[in-house]
């Protein structure tokens, strides 16, 4: 009685975030140390972020990571024996989060993020199994078995994909640098795994690590270079800026974070402790200077207020149509309302301005185009920040079609910020494309089953080659 009592307790204690208050339990104390320390691992690697489905249990699998090469299903990481990771040793653990090695052998995708977490040091893994083990409460609900269509389910190929691609190297420090700036290093690389979506990736969906953080597509948005690079990068910003952004989601005058930087800060940087975000910030601000030529002038402090809403006094639809005024009656419809004619937003800044803003000053503009479309959604100590989506509600007339976001998207940059390539509505159709705004988080990384698919033909050709040989 007393044991079982013991074990559901724990669990409730955990949940209610009272660590500390196991006092009866005296042995306890050093293990709900741990179990803090797995939990906060857990939630700086953002787990969650794919093995918890929109309205499911915490760590129940099942979301579906949408791939050019077939659906990938999170598994079930509760602690339960028949449906999830239960009967998983440390070992096996540790081989699954860092070399993407399954309890039976089998490799994993890519899709799950071991490349970054292959840094982790023996000390937080541990945490991390104690956690999954003790704090998350078991699940007996299996996830669907990922089924991608030949030749990509040959898990196997990932063998080669991991000799060629990932680094099986604990971090080391660097010993001229600070105790701050390795622990920043270590949180980037590793359970922050920023580069899974800010680097650009080669022809085998592998992060070209000589461009690191320079910039990389995530699904439908674009991650922006954040090298120390003053045009390209984020050069400009000051340790504190970063710090605000990564905590909140917002720099007035600056950057908002939507799609999938809005859900990592949600659900994982906003409650990392204010050191670590500051490590983070320490170590950003010293990686190399990469220069993206396209992005001449920094997109921070493009455009200016500006309206042309007197062009359209008087004038009837079909006037606008004619006179090519469609964008700008798109913008006092749709926009104007929360971000102002001028697009000054509002005074408390709760409505962003769309000048200055690296949406709208950007090169790339998926990320304007993904915003019209999808919103924002993003909830942090700060409140809610809520800007609907006009383009993922098939029924709902606010809808616009491929032409008017073109249309809309082509009035912004030109009106607030800088117009680098004409929107067309073939690019609003990809975007659009790009799925809901809840996967996007995990797109990042599916680009790799891509790069799974290129190495098992190649694989399937060097085999086929071998065969023939004897034979010719
Ligand atoms: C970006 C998405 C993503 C994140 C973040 C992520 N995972 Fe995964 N993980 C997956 C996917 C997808 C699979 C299944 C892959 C497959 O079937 O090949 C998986 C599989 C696993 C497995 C293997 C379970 C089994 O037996 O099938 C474990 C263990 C695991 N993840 C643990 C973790 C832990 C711990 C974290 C956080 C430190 C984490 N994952 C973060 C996507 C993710
Ligand atoms: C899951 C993908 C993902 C991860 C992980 C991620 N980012 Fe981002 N990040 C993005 C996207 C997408 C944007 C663009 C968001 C927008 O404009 O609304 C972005 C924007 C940013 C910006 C603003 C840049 C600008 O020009 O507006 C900064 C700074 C940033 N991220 C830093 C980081 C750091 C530091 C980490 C790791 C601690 C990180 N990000 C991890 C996807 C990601
Ligand atoms: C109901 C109010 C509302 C309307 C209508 C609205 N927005 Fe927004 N917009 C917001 C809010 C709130 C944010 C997020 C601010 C933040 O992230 O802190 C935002 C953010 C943005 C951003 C920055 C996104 C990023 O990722 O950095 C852009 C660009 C933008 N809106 C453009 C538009 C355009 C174009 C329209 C018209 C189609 C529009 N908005 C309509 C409220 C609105």
């Not at 994909?161 to 604990?170: D, E, I, K, S, V």
Request: aromatic residues 8%; contains cysteine; hydrophobic residues 35%.
């Amino acid at each position: 009685m007393m044991k079982r009592s013991h074990n559901i307790a724990l669990p409730l204690m955990l949940l209610a975030g009272s660590f500390f208050t196991a006092s009866s339990y005296a042995a306890d104390n050093t293990d709900s140390d741990v179990l803090a320390r797995g939990k906060y691992i857990a939630t700086a690697s953002d787990c969650a972020a794919c093995h918890t489905n929109k309205g499911s249990k915490d760590f129940a699998g099942g979301l579906k990571i949408i791939s050019p090469v077939g659906t990938i299903i999170a598994s079930n990481i509760t602690p339960s024996k028949t449906a999830g990771i239960g009967d998983y040793t440390e070992q096996q653990f540790a081989d699954a989060v860092r070399k993407g090695i399954r309890r039976d052998g089998a490799n994993l995708y890519p899709a799950m993020p071991y490349t970054a977490y292959s840094v982790m040091t023996d000390e937080d893994i541990h945490a991390l199994y104690e956690y999954f083990m003790h704090g998350v409460t078991p699940v007996d609900v299996k996830a669907p078995e990922t089924a991608l269509p030949f030749p990509m389910n040959i898990r196997m190929s990932m063998k080669a994909w991991n000799l060629l691609f990932l680094n099986n190297q604990p971090f080391t420090a660097e010993q001229s640098q600070s105790a701050e700036w390795n622990r920043g290093k270590y949180l980037v690389d590793g359970a922050a795994h920023c580069s899974t979506c800010h680097t650009p990736r080669g022809p085998l969906m592998e992060e070209e690590g000589s461009k690191a953080l320079s910039g990389g597509l995530v699904g439908a948005w674009y991650a922006p270079n954040i090298t120390s690079d003053a045009e390209s990068g984020i050069g400009t910003w000051s340790k504190a800026d970063l710090v605000q952004y990564l905590r909140s989601g917002n720099l007035p005058g600056k950057a908002q974070a939507a799609g999938s930087m809005g859900e990592a800060v949600e659900h994982s940087f906003q409650h990392l402790s204010d050191a670590d975000l500051n490590a983070i910030a320490t170590y950003i601000k010293t990686v190399p200077a990469v220069s993206t030529p396209e992005n001449k002038g920094s997109r921070f402090n493009q455009g200016t207020p500006g309206t042309t809403l007197g062009k359209l006094r008087g004038l009837s639809q079909a006037d606008i149509t004619a006179k090519n005024l469609e964008g700008l009656g798109l913008f006092q419809g749709n926009c104007a309302s929360c971000h102002e004619p001028l697009g000054e937003g509002s005074k408390d800044k709760y409505y962003p301005s769309l000048f200055n803003n690296s949406v709208t000053g950007a090169a790339n503009s998926n990320n304007l185009i993904a915003t019209i479309l999808n919103g924002v959604n993003r909830t942090t100590k700060d409140g809610q920040v809520f800007m609907p989506g006009f383009g993922d509600h098939p029924n709902d007339i606010n809808n616009l079609t491929n032409e008017q976001v073109a249309q809309l998207a082509n009035y912004v940059i030109t009106t607030y910020g800088k117009t680098a390539k004409p929107v067309t509505p073939e690019d609003v159709a990809i975007v659009r494309q790009g799925g809901p705004v809840s996967n996007l988080v995990t797109l990042a990384r599916v680009g790799m089953g891509v790069g799974a698919a290129v190495v098992v033909i190649f694989l399937l050709w060097l085999f086929a080659r071998r065969t023939k040989k004897p034979r010719a």
